[in-house]
């Protein structure tokens, strides 16, 4: 007979409570495992997607579009599929050969679209200059971004009152052209009210740089191998705002009310001295045709002459692509 009755007690309350600590921890590390690898899902659909690099507080629009308006988008991008796999190397076509950075322009439509849903930019006989009225679209180039390592492209915000809004980025093809850039798949863009960058989301944007008003020049980079797009606003730069953006892109510009831009795909120099230096405009100013007739009103512009000590130490390039027009309208 034991000398302590309860010894058999104390092993079997002992043996039990290894198990459940057993069982408790095997719990655990499996939830652990299964947090962790949808978390890793979680990022890697966000990077597939394009969305913004910084998870911080998300900016609500006040015009954010009813189910309604969603529903009647959502219903034409199935009958109109944006392009997502088909890359195009432009600079091997024969209209770049001849044209040079001239062959890239805004086209106010697009036959494949349905013709009830207009967009409110019109193009002015300067192809590079564009004029929204009253309402709200958007506009995009005839030719996508070209495959090639740094592409950048800049805006001249000539006209915007701040009631209305301006709206810069890229796009996937075709893109609803009543709407502005940023708020449906597969497109990104830096909204002038708010300072924020909305991707593929109509309600939502990431908080990222100071609002846009007139008379400011904002740049669009665009890293072809990363799928990273930065802006600038006046010559600098505003940082990553997303990366993992791999898709056959299209330079985009929308406004909601009445606003008048100039864009440059490289004709003129940047007001960004490192794109410049890196050779970012679309294609060459000149193609096999004689050269265009000297833009006026620039060399007095106070906003097109800044120095060079703007800081690009923070951005990697790695293998990238560009975009870029001809100058500003003054």
């Known amino acids: 007979m034991p000398d302590n009755p309860y010894e ?14 057993s069982v408790t921890a095997c719990v655990g590390l499996r939830v652990f495992r299964k947090t962790r690898f949808l978390e890793q899902q979680r990022q890697q659909q966000q990077e597939e997607e394009g969305r913004p690099v910084n998870d911080i507080q998300l900016v609500r629009i006040a015009e954010a579009a009813d189910d309604e308006t969603i529903k009647t988008v959502t219903n034409w991008q199935q009958k109109y599929p944006p ?43 300067d192809p590079y200059t564009i004029v929204f009225c009253q309402g709200q679209g958007s506009i995009m180039t005839n030719l996508p971004v070209p495959m090639q390592e740094l592409s950048y492209w800049e805006v001249k915000v000539l006209q915007l009152h701040e009631e209305d809004s301006v709206a ?8 609803p052209r009543w709407r502005l850039p940023g708020w449906h798949k597969h497109s990104v863009a830096y909204h002038s009210n708010s300072g924020a960058v909305f991707v593929s989301d109509s309600t939502y944007g990431r908080p990222y740089g100071p609002p846009i008003k007139e008379g400011d020049v904002v740049g669009v980079g665009y890293l072809y191998q990363s799928g990273t797009i930065f802006f600038t606003q006046n010559g600098k730069n505003l940082g990553k705002a997303l990366i993992g953006f791999k898709y056959p892109i299209f330079p985009i510009v929308g406004a909601s009310g009445p ?11 940047f ?7 890196r050779e970012a405009a679309f294609a060459p100013k000149q ?11 620039h060399i007095d512009d106070t906003i097109l002459s800044d120095d060079n000590s703007h800081n690009e130490n923070h951005l990697t390039y790695a293998a990238i692509s560009s975009s870029s027009p001809p100058g500003y309208s003054s």
Do not use: R
Not at 92 to 109: R, T
Not at 271 to 277: H, S
């Open 83 to 125: 392009n997502t796999t088909q890359f195009i190397d432009v600079k091997n076509d024969p209209m770049i050969i001849e044209k040079g950075v001239l062959a890239w322009k805004f086209v106010e439509a697009d036959m494949t679209q349905d013709s009830e849903y207009e967009s409110n930019a019109a193009i002015m006989d």
């Open 8 to 21: 058999p007690v104390y092993a079997i309350v002992i043996i039990f409570v290894i198990l459940l600590f």
């Open 168 to 175: 810069i980025g890229f796009a996937t093809k075709p893109y």
């Open 287 to 297: 193609g096999l045709l004689p050269p265009p007739p000297a833009y006026g009103g």
């Open 259 to 269: 606003c008048h831009v100039s864009v440059n795909f490289g004709l003129q120099e």
């Open 271 to 277: 007001l960004y001295i490192p794109a410049n230096q």
